[in-house]
Protein backbone atom coordinates (compact mmCIF):
# COMPACT_ATOMS: atom_id res chain seq x y z
CA UNK A 1 0.00 0.00 0.00
CA UNK A 2 1.23 3.29 -1.06
CA UNK A 3 2.29 5.54 2.39
CA UNK A 4 1.55 8.64 3.35
CA UNK A 5 4.27 10.09 6.04
CA UNK A 6 3.45 12.14 9.00
CA UNK A 7 6.15 13.62 11.31
CA UNK A 8 6.52 14.08 14.02
CA UNK A 9 4.49 10.97 15.44
CA UNK A 10 4.08 13.01 19.02
CA UNK A 11 4.23 16.32 20.08
CA UNK A 12 4.58 17.71 23.03
CA UNK A 13 3.93 21.40 23.29
CA UNK A 14 2.84 24.39 25.90
CA UNK A 15 -0.21 26.31 26.18
CA UNK A 16 0.21 29.00 23.42
CA UNK A 17 3.46 27.80 21.51
CA UNK A 18 3.03 27.47 18.06
CA UNK A 19 3.10 24.18 16.36
CA UNK A 20 3.65 23.15 12.54
CA UNK A 21 2.68 19.20 11.65
CA UNK A 22 3.96 17.80 8.54
CA UNK A 23 2.72 15.18 6.21
CA UNK A 24 4.52 13.67 3.32
CA UNK A 25 1.44 12.81 0.65
CA UNK A 26 1.57 10.81 -2.29
CA UNK A 27 3.34 11.89 -5.47
CA UNK A 28 0.74 11.97 -7.79
CA UNK A 29 -1.96 12.90 -5.66
CA UNK A 30 -3.65 16.11 -6.09
CA UNK A 31 -6.58 16.41 -2.87
CA UNK A 32 -5.00 16.68 0.84
CA UNK A 33 -7.15 16.88 3.93
CA UNK A 34 -6.56 17.12 7.56
CA UNK A 35 -8.72 15.46 9.94
CA UNK A 36 -8.54 15.61 13.93
CA UNK A 37 -9.30 13.24 16.76
CA UNK A 38 -9.66 13.71 20.03
CA UNK A 39 -9.41 10.61 22.14
CA UNK A 40 -11.99 8.53 22.19
CA UNK A 41 -14.40 10.49 19.55
CA UNK A 42 -15.11 10.16 16.13
CA UNK A 43 -12.77 11.74 13.12
CA UNK A 44 -13.33 15.48 12.59
CA UNK A 45 -12.62 16.93 8.91
CA UNK A 46 -10.35 19.76 9.78
CA UNK A 47 -9.52 21.48 6.06
CA UNK A 48 -9.02 20.56 1.81
CA UNK A 49 -5.92 21.21 -0.20
CA UNK A 50 -6.02 21.38 -3.59
CA UNK A 51 -4.27 23.40 -6.15
CA UNK A 52 -2.74 25.19 -4.14
CA UNK A 53 -5.47 26.45 -1.59
CA UNK A 54 -7.78 25.58 0.80
CA UNK A 55 -11.10 24.50 -1.19
CA UNK A 56 -13.28 23.50 1.89
CA UNK A 57 -12.91 24.04 5.93
CA UNK A 58 -14.76 23.73 8.54
CA UNK A 59 -15.79 25.44 11.67
CA UNK A 60 -13.00 24.10 13.39
CA UNK A 61 -10.48 25.75 11.31
CA UNK A 62 -10.24 28.94 12.48
CA UNK A 63 -7.67 31.51 12.09
CA UNK A 64 -5.97 30.10 14.73
CA UNK A 65 -5.12 27.09 11.44
CA UNK A 66 -3.17 27.28 8.94
CA UNK A 67 -1.81 24.75 5.79
CA UNK A 68 0.48 25.10 2.62
CA UNK A 69 2.56 22.98 1.24
CA UNK A 70 5.59 24.97 0.51
CA UNK A 71 7.85 22.92 -1.28
CA UNK A 72 4.92 20.90 -3.64
CA UNK A 73 5.76 17.89 -1.44
CA UNK A 74 5.47 18.40 2.26
CA UNK A 75 2.05 19.25 3.41
CA UNK A 76 1.28 21.01 6.44
CA UNK A 77 -0.70 22.21 9.09
CA UNK A 78 -0.15 24.91 11.46
CA UNK A 79 -1.69 25.45 14.67
CA UNK A 80 -0.24 29.30 16.02
CA UNK A 81 -1.36 28.80 19.62
CA UNK A 82 -2.03 25.87 21.01
CA UNK A 83 -5.07 25.57 23.79
CA UNK A 84 -5.33 22.69 25.91
CA UNK A 85 -8.34 21.40 23.94
CA UNK A 86 -6.18 20.91 20.39
CA UNK A 87 -4.75 18.01 22.18
CA UNK A 88 -6.18 15.21 19.55
CA UNK A 89 -4.40 12.95 17.09
CA UNK A 90 -4.15 14.51 13.39
CA UNK A 91 -4.28 12.41 10.35
CA UNK A 92 -3.23 13.30 7.19
CA UNK A 93 -5.20 11.51 3.56
CA UNK A 94 -4.01 12.02 0.59
CA UNK A 95 -6.58 11.83 -2.16
CA UNK A 96 -6.74 10.70 -5.90
CA UNK A 97 -10.64 11.28 -6.27
CA UNK A 98 -12.55 8.57 -7.95
CA UNK A 99 -9.70 6.12 -7.47
CA UNK A 100 -7.95 5.88 -4.22
CA UNK A 101 -7.12 7.42 0.03
CA UNK A 102 -4.63 6.80 2.05
CA UNK A 103 -4.07 8.31 5.52
CA UNK A 104 -1.04 8.85 7.43
CA UNK A 105 -0.34 7.08 10.69
CA UNK A 106 -1.02 10.29 12.37
CA UNK A 107 0.82 12.68 14.97
CA UNK A 108 -0.42 12.92 18.67
CA UNK A 109 -0.47 16.23 19.46
CA UNK A 110 -0.27 17.08 23.82
CA UNK A 111 -1.04 20.73 24.72
CA UNK A 112 -0.15 21.03 28.43
CA UNK B 1 -17.57 18.96 4.79
CA UNK B 2 -20.11 16.81 4.94
CA UNK B 3 -19.67 13.66 7.40
CA UNK B 4 -21.53 9.99 5.76
CA UNK B 5 -23.57 8.59 8.11
CA UNK B 6 -22.65 5.11 9.70
CA UNK B 7 -24.84 2.47 11.85
CA UNK B 8 -24.53 1.26 14.02
CA UNK B 9 -22.06 3.70 15.92
CA UNK B 10 -21.18 0.76 17.90
CA UNK B 11 -21.14 -2.91 17.71
CA UNK B 12 -20.18 -5.51 20.85
CA UNK B 13 -20.59 -9.18 19.47
CA UNK B 14 -19.40 -12.52 20.36
CA UNK B 15 -16.49 -14.08 18.66
CA UNK B 16 -17.48 -16.13 15.08
CA UNK B 17 -20.55 -14.15 14.41
CA UNK B 18 -21.10 -11.95 11.47
CA UNK B 19 -20.72 -8.47 11.24
CA UNK B 20 -22.87 -5.64 8.94
CA UNK B 21 -22.61 -2.16 9.29
CA UNK B 22 -23.82 0.51 6.71
CA UNK B 23 -23.00 3.49 5.44
CA UNK B 24 -25.29 6.47 3.62
CA UNK B 25 -24.94 9.84 1.98
CA UNK B 26 -26.91 12.23 0.63
CA UNK B 27 -24.54 12.78 -2.23
CA UNK B 28 -23.76 10.25 -4.77
CA UNK B 29 -20.37 9.12 -5.31
CA UNK B 30 -18.06 7.36 -7.65
CA UNK B 31 -16.26 5.39 -5.54
CA UNK B 32 -16.77 4.00 -1.61
CA UNK B 33 -13.95 2.73 0.43
CA UNK B 34 -13.38 1.09 3.61
CA UNK B 35 -11.22 1.55 6.70
CA UNK B 36 -10.18 -0.09 10.11
CA UNK B 37 -8.97 2.24 12.65
CA UNK B 38 -6.54 0.09 15.55
CA UNK B 39 -5.91 2.13 18.33
CA UNK B 40 -3.62 4.71 18.36
CA UNK B 41 -2.84 4.45 14.68
CA UNK B 42 -4.07 5.74 11.22
CA UNK B 43 -7.04 4.21 9.12
CA UNK B 44 -5.81 1.34 6.87
CA UNK B 45 -7.46 0.91 3.72
CA UNK B 46 -9.70 -1.86 3.57
CA UNK B 47 -11.54 -2.64 0.32
CA UNK B 48 -12.01 -0.23 -2.39
CA UNK B 49 -15.25 -0.17 -4.86
CA UNK B 50 -15.85 1.46 -8.08
CA UNK B 51 -19.14 0.45 -9.69
CA UNK B 52 -22.76 0.73 -8.28
CA UNK B 53 -23.76 -2.76 -7.62
CA UNK B 54 -20.27 -4.14 -7.03
CA UNK B 55 -19.57 -6.29 -4.55
CA UNK B 56 -16.14 -7.00 -3.51
CA UNK B 57 -14.50 -9.62 -0.72
CA UNK B 58 -11.06 -9.64 0.79
CA UNK B 59 -10.55 -12.60 3.19
CA UNK B 60 -13.38 -12.47 5.71
CA UNK B 61 -14.74 -8.96 4.55
CA UNK B 62 -17.37 -8.18 1.77
CA UNK B 63 -18.53 -4.73 0.67
CA UNK B 64 -20.77 -3.51 -1.68
CA UNK B 65 -21.28 -0.24 -3.27
CA UNK B 66 -25.41 0.69 -3.44
CA UNK B 67 -26.95 0.44 -6.31
CA UNK B 68 -28.08 4.28 -5.91
CA UNK B 69 -24.40 5.23 -5.44
CA UNK B 70 -26.09 6.87 -1.94
CA UNK B 71 -24.83 3.94 0.27
CA UNK B 72 -22.62 1.00 1.11
CA UNK B 73 -22.42 -1.76 3.58
CA UNK B 74 -19.58 -3.88 5.25
CA UNK B 75 -19.55 -7.35 6.42
CA UNK B 76 -17.02 -9.22 8.63
CA UNK B 77 -17.89 -13.46 8.62
CA UNK B 78 -16.96 -15.06 11.52
CA UNK B 79 -15.85 -12.38 13.79
CA UNK B 80 -12.02 -12.78 15.32
CA UNK B 81 -10.94 -10.40 18.51
CA UNK B 82 -8.48 -9.10 15.89
CA UNK B 83 -11.63 -7.34 14.01
CA UNK B 84 -11.55 -5.01 16.74
CA UNK B 85 -11.48 -1.55 15.95
CA UNK B 86 -12.89 1.69 14.40
CA UNK B 87 -14.93 1.02 10.79
CA UNK B 88 -14.62 4.14 8.68
CA UNK B 89 -16.36 4.37 5.50
CA UNK B 90 -15.56 6.98 3.09
CA UNK B 91 -16.94 8.21 -0.46
CA UNK B 92 -15.17 10.30 -3.42
CA UNK B 93 -16.37 11.95 -6.43
CA UNK B 94 -15.65 15.54 -6.42
CA UNK B 95 -14.79 15.72 -3.06
CA UNK B 96 -13.65 13.14 -0.71
CA UNK B 97 -15.81 12.64 2.69
CA UNK B 98 -15.51 10.34 5.70
CA UNK B 99 -17.67 8.12 7.97
CA UNK B 100 -18.47 8.67 11.38
CA UNK B 101 -17.09 5.01 11.87
CA UNK B 102 -18.59 2.08 13.80
CA UNK B 103 -16.80 0.61 16.55
CA UNK B 104 -16.68 -2.89 16.80
CA UNK B 105 -15.71 -5.36 20.19
CA UNK B 106 -15.61 -8.71 19.62
CA UNK B 107 -16.17 -10.63 22.79
CA UNK B 108 -13.88 -13.99 23.07
Same mark, same amino acid.
Given at each position: ?? $?????? *? ?16 ? *? ?26 ? #? $??? $? ?5 ? #? ?5 ? #? ?6 ? #????E? *??M???? *? ?14 L?V? | ??? @? ?6 ? &? ?15 ? &?NT ?16 ? @? ?10 ? @? ?25 ? &????T????? &? ?10
Amino acid at each position: EP $EVTQTP *SHQVTQMGQEVILRCVPI *SNHLYFYWYRQILGQKVEFLVSFYNNEI #S $EKS $EIFDDQF #SVERPDG #SNFTLKIR #STKLED *SAMYFCA *SVRMNTEAFFGQGTRLTVV | GQQ @LNQSPQSM &FIQEGEDVSMNCTSSSI &FNTWLWYKQDPGEGPVLLIA @LYKAGELTSNGR @LTAQFGITRKDSFLNISASIPSDVGIY &FCAGTGNQFY &FGTGTSLTVIP
